[in-house]
Every structure is written in structure tokens, then in C-alpha cells.
């Protein structure tokens, strides 16, 4: 059974930083996009960042360039997300995702793109 499970998440005020992980199990992802996507209630499932199978490729929603950063460890089949400069806008659940695709040069932003899906960390800023 294939999982995606994401951790670190909690309540940070402004300004401050977490890091989430994403940590896969059965089967690996090492060849595959990853990616992670928030979302809040009422609204859609908006792409945050993702990265190519090798790290070198990598995309960032505008609204969180400079301040996120997606990484990867191949060798754990984990994937990152360091958030700095957190603002009351970041709260979400924040979701780990992957594609099925092989080796892509383009790091898509495309929900439908990605086959698994973790269960969802929330990520609570406060002013």
C-alpha cells in the first residue's frame, strides 16, 4: 500500500518557520515529481512548490517564493518543505503529493497531475 505521510505541522505566530516532511512508503518515489499543495476551507487546492525527481528542477507559487523551500532526500524517499517568514495567509493543510510520471523535466502545478496524495497537515499562523 502506498503512503504519503506528512508531519510538522502545528500553530507558529508571524514570522516565525516550520519545516514539514513528507515521508513515502511502499514504493518509491525517486523517479517521480513531488510536490506540496495547501488548501483552506471553501477555497481549491492551490500549488505551493515542487521539485523534479533529481532536486535540480524546481517551481514555487509566487506567493511564497523567497520565503519556502522544497527538498528532497531520495536515499529516505522523503520529501521537505522549509516555510520561513510565515504569514497569517500560510494557514492551511498542507498536502504532499506525487506524480506517476517518469523522470519529468517540468515540475507541474496541476492537481489532477499527481496520482498520490498524502492526508493533510495543518499549518496554523497567528497574528
Known amino acids: 500500500q502506498v503512503q504519503l505521510v506528512e508531519s510538522g505541522g502545528g500553530l507558529v505566530q508571524v514570522g516565525g518557520s516550520l519545516r514539514l516532511s513528507c515521508a513515502a512508503s511502499?514504493?518509491?518515489?525517486?523517479?517521480?515529481?513531488m510536490g506540496w499543495f495547501r488548501q483552506t476551507p471553501g477555497k481549491e487546492r492551490e500549488f505551493v512548490a515542487g521539485s523534479n525527481w533529481s532536486g535540480a528542477i524546481t517551481r514555487y507559487a509566487d506567493s511564497v517564493k523567497g520565503r519556502f523551500t522544497i527538498s528532497r532526500d531520495n536515499a529516505k524517499n522523503t520529501v521537505y518543505l522549509q516555510m520561513n517568514s510565515l504569514k497569517p495567509e500560510d494557514t492551511a493543510v498542507y498536502y504532499c503529493?506525487?506524480?506517476?510520471?517518469?523522470?519529468?523535466?517540468?515540475?507541474?502545478?496541476?492537481?489532477?497531475?499527481?496520482?498520490?496524495w498524502g492526508q493533510g497537515t495543518q499549518v496554523t499562523v497567528s497574528s
Open positions: 503529493a506525487a506524480t506517476n510520471s517518469y523522470r519529468d523535466t517540468v515540475v507541474t502545478d496541476t492537481p489532477a497531475r499527481y496520482a498520490y
Open positions: 511502499g514504493r518509491t518515489f525517486t523517479a517521480n515529481t
